[in-house]
């Protein structure tokens, strides 16, 4: 059986806090309130890149809801586990370098 590598691990937690923070804000954007596309503000900073997806399915013509659920859920969390993964196994790479 394989042992979860370190940079795996990191990469889980971080795709896990931003899926949680995706299903708050999904909580509150699927509200009837005047102002719910509002609601995606705080993670289309978080997940910077991928934002860029979410103006192009709007512009596609999904519906902002389910354009929400395609860039923020699915590619933002995809996003969150690959780069954290990609950095902790990086820097992990560089330690060992300078400590022989």
Known sequence: MNKIRCYQLIGAIFASINF??????????????AQYQLAW?????IDFPITTFYF???????????????????????WWY???????KKFNKCR?????
């Not at 503000?41 to 900073?45: A, G, I, R, T």
């Not at 690959?82 to 950095?87: D, E, N, R, T, V």
């Open 96 to 100: 060992r370098a300078l400590n022989p």
């Open 41 to 45: 503000l705080p993670l289309s900073f």
């Open 20 to 33: 949680l923070l995706f299903m708050m804000f999904y909580r509150v954007a699927s509200g009837m309130d």
């Open 56 to 78: 192009l399915f709007i512009f596609l013509g999904l519906s902002p809801n389910a354009a929400a659920f395609i860039t923020f859920g699915i590619l933002g969390t995809s």
């Open 82 to 88: 690959f780069l954290s993964s990609y950095i902790a």
